[in-house]
Every structure is written in C-alpha cells, then in structure tokens.
C-alpha cells in the first residue's frame, strides 16, 4: 500500500500490465494456485505477507530512507 500511495503523492501512474517475451522457464512448484521458487522456501518467504517488509525495506533502501521513511 505505501508504494500504491508513495505514487499517487507523486502522480505517478503505476502499470500492472506483464508481457512476457521469449522462452518461459520452469520457476519453481506450481500447484494450481501458487507458485513458489527454491528460494522463497529456503527463506520461508511462501505467502504474500511475508514479502510485505522485505519490498517496504527495499523501496525506502532505494530512496535512501530511514526505517521511520524520512
């Protein structure tokens, strides 16, 4: 969500279009509703949630940010 607001602050219009070229690859088990790589289970990162802190950390890391985003 903070990136979601972070881009609306910004009039940024954000795309969530995904086009795919070339080959795919096989990235990991897929069982009809998820898909999860190797290294999403050797770090126990398997759900949603658990990703939330890791993009948050990212995008202030990014913007040279503090944990506090100043």
Do not use: C
């Not at 993009?55 to 503090?66: I, N, P, T, V």
């Amino acid at each position: 969500m903070a990136n979601i607001k972070v881009a609306s602050k910004n009039k940024v219009q954000l795309d969530w279009r995904e086009e795919v070229a070339g080959q795919l690859e096989d990235r990991g088990i897929f069982d009809g509703s998820h898909m999860i790589t190797r290294i999403e289970i050797e770090h126990k990162l398997m759900q949603p949630v658990q990703f939330y802190g890791l993009m948050e950390q990212a995008r202030r890391g990014e913007k040279d940010l503090d944990a506090d985003g100043r």
